[in-house]
């Protein structure tokens, strides 16, 4: 054998060959790597996903489980109130039994009376002398009159029976006297025997808590944790005080390990449904995987290592090995092509598939093939998938695009989509997919989600509609303005003629100068107070605030509207406290306010009426009623009455001039002031109250009572004939 003329060829090749050895296993291993991270994301998301959806189910039962032990109670304080039977009552305890039969989760019905002993027991004909006034749950009732419904904590019943909670309600009689607590006693073994039916996951976990974090029930049980307090775990802790439902990963308190935690508020009471997901089971398969993956890689070194070897003796060894290695980065240079595109098809944000020409649903990119988390069947329609699921009638277009698109056109249309929770509407497009030859294979179907475009065309419809209102509204005030205004001046034009031909001193002129003077006040309170609204609206009107007793501005109100009350032969009455109302505020617009109310109850309370006008102090607010039994306002128009410009319709035949801007003015005042005004009628013919709440300085301070007050403290003017 002739010397290699070379020397170092052997070990260049060598070379060569541990360092393709060593970048082939490299590259094996980070696809692999890459693969098992997907995998892990993707075990994860569905862990994720299937968490959401257990918990979003029991949210539904457990609201429902709920909501009938609610309507059960509700019930039977409605029967209780009405009928206020005598207690051990054979009938009542009847009619709550059979109550009881509806609500398989509560053990038992009792009636607590106000004084805190049991009146009624589905389980004892006689109740037992047992007081229950030192329970949490019926001491609320007493503490605070606002609490008309309650879930308690869980409690350790003393009959054996196990842990229960009490939900609970108020029973009110028609007078508003408290008549005592009805109670369900709803067993939290049978919430646990309820979850224990369910097909749970390995490593999953249901439980049912307050909104304050005590556990109520959980599957698979553990009884020493019932009312335990999770308050510190992060459930209760941070995410309920922002959202009211979330699915999250976490491994703080009160486990110390890594979980998938979907928790949901039960819709319309104080419990909380958590699902929680070990993820070190939901990663068991996984891990295996790494654990083979990883003796794979050792095995395929230890193979690329002999497959160096061979090539280094041989030519022919290294020929086929790198023939091998060709092959195998072939395959990858493929499988990482087909990874894209299935990343582009399965990760876009728009909704794609592909459809047989008789319309079966072939594939469909990631999330929307599934319907409920379960995969939909072979040979599933487009128009029969669930999130298609509508009426015929886009059923009908669905099969008509189709057909077009069989037959070589483009589809497009607008459709009722629900990819996940929400109803969308996509812009969809069916078109055909051909081979070389033009025959059409399958249908390629893309939907882009239009929802907000069409959510904002709606916004400007709206926007429009409000526009046209405005002008409606400018349009109906120019011409009460012009009416207003002829009224004014058409006496003044007539009392110019009667002034040029009366002596000066006759008792024609002088009735011409009265109505002269009395038409210009009226001219001015109209140019007064469309100046008032023009200030307002520009932000230009400037409050000379100083401090102040109310009552002297009501007083001073009372005083500027007593001659209209008089001329109505109206019976006023001013009822106010002996204490002062101090506050912050203009003397000269709060009067503007009141004046207005009072006159505004003047014009609309008929002949010989009733207007009262009362004020209190509640707190740190200062509360004003303007009180009449007039013409009152419709309910439909209460909403808008404080709308400038706005009138009310039924009142046009009994208006007494005005330009619909007098509440307007009295609603925009007294928020400068820092309050508010609300308005409350029983409806036409049912007069109107009229409430303004101001913002107090100081508490009051008490001062003796007038002589000529009443014993309450209240002062009250006679009724004006």
């Not at 009405?82 to 709550?96: C, F, H, L, V």
């Not at 808590?209 to 308050?231: C, H, V």
């Not at 009471?269 to 997901?277: A, E, I, Q």
């Not at 790494?290 to 061979?310: D, E, P, Q, Y």
């Amino acid at each position: 054998m002739a010397p290699d003329p070379d020397p170092k060829r052997g070990l260049r090749e060598w070379r060569s060959a541990a360092l393709a050895g060593i970048a082939f296993v490299s590259i094996i291993a980070i696809v692999a790597a890459l693969a098992l991270q997907r995998e892990r994301r993707l075990l994860i998301e569905q862990a994720r996903k299937d968490a959401t959806t257990l918990a979003a189910l029991f949210e539904e039962n457990t609201a429902r489980t709920f909501d009938g032990v609610a309507s059960t109670l509700e019930g039977l304080a409605i029967y209780t109130a009405a009928m206020q039977p005598p207690k051990n009552d054979r009938a009542a305890r009847e009619t709550m039994r059979a109550r009881l039969g509806f609500v398989p989760t509560v053990r038992a019905l009792f009636v607590i009376g106000p004084d805190g002993f049991i009146l009624h027991d589905t389980d004892y004909p006689n109740t037992p002398a047992v007081s229950l006034a030192d329970r949490p749950y019926f001491r609320q009732y007493l503490d605070d009159e606002r609490v008309t419904r309650a879930v308690s904590e869980a409690l350790q019943s003393r009959s054996g029976t196990g842990w229960f909670v009490a939900v609970t309600r108020r029973i009110t009689a028609r007078d508003g006297r408290f008549l005592g607590v009805a109670v369900a006693a709803v067993q939290l073994d049978s919430i646990s025997r309820l979850y224990r039916k369910l097909d749970l996951q390995p490593g999953q976990q249901v439980s049912l808590l307050q909104g304050n974090g005590t556990l109520l029930a959980r599957y698979p049980a553990d009884d020493a944790l019932i009312g335990r307090s999770f308050a510190e775990a992060p459930v209760f802790a941070t995410k309920l005080l922002q959202r009211r439902a979330d699915t999250f990963v976490t491994s703080g308190p009160p486990w110390g390990y890594e979980r998938i935690v979907s928790y949901r508020a039960v819709e319309g009471h104080p419990l909380v449904v958590l699902v929680s997901t070990r993820i070190e089971v939901v990663l068991a398969t996984w891990n295996r995987a790494v654990v083979a993956s990883i003796a794979g890689l050792l095995a395929l070194s230890l193979l690329t290592a002999g497959a160096v070897r061979f090539f280094v003796l041989g030519q022919r060894a290294r020929g086929r090995a790198q023939a091998h290695r060709n092959a195998e980065e072939a395959a990858v240079a493929v499988a990482q092509a087909n990874a894209k595109f299935r990343a582009f098809f399965e990760q876009g944000s728009m909704f794609a598939c592909v459809i047989s020409p008789d319309g079966d649903l072939l594939e469909v990119n990631h999330g929307q093939g599934e319907a409920g988390g379960q995969p939909l069947p072979a040979g599933t329609k487009l128009w029969e998938c669930p999130w298609f699921a509508a009426p015929e009638s886009q059923q009908s277009v669905l099969r008509e695009g189709i057909a077009l698109a069989r037959a070589g056109e483009t589809f497009r249309c607008e459709a009722a989509f629900r990819g996940d929770s929400r109803l969308r509407l996509i812009d969809l497009v069916l078109s055909p997919v051909r081979d070389e030859a033009g025959a059409i294979l399958a249908i390629a179907g893309a939907g882009v989600d239009v929802t907000e475009r069409k959510h904002q065309e709606e916004q400007l419809r709206v926007l429009a509609r409000d526009l046209a209102d405005v002008d409606r509204r400018r349009a109906e005030f120019l011409a009460t303005l012009s009416h207003e205004l002829r009224n004014v001046l058409t006496p003044v034009q007539n009392c110019a003629q009667i002034l040029k031909i009366a002596e000066p001193g006759s008792t024609q002129a002088a009735r011409a100068r009265e109505v002269l003077s009395q038409q210009l006040r009226q001219m001015k309170r109209l140019i007064d107070d469309l100046l008032d609204v023009s200030r307002i609206n520009s932000g230009k009107v400037q409050l000379e605030l100083e401090g102040i007793d109310l009552r002297t501005v009501l007083l001073r109100a009372a005083d500027a509207t007593q001659s209209s009350m008089e001329r109505a032969s109206h019976k006023f009455e001013l009822a106010l406290p002996a204490d002062e109302l101090l506050m912050s505020g203009d003397p000269a617009r709060l009067e503007q306010v009141f004046t207005n109310l009072l006159g505004n109850a003047a014009k609309y309370t008929p002949l010989g009426g009733n207007i009262r006008l009362a004020a209190r102090s509640e707190g740190h607010e200062a509360v004003v009623e303007i009180r009449d039994d007039g013409l009152g306002i419709p309910v439909t128009a209460q909403a808008r009455i404080f709308e400038m410009f706005e009138q009310v319709g039924s009142h046009a035949d009994q208006r007494q001039g005005g330009l619909g801007i007098g509440l307007g003015l009295v609603s925009k005042l007294v928020a400068l002031h820092g309050g508010h005004v609300e308005v409350f009628s029983d409806g036409p013919g049912h007069g109107s109250t009229f409430t303004v709440y101001l913002p107090l300085t100081s508490a009051p301070t008490p001062r003796p009572v007038a002589p000529d007050a009443g014993a309450d403290g209240a002062r009250s003017s006679a009724p004006r004939a």
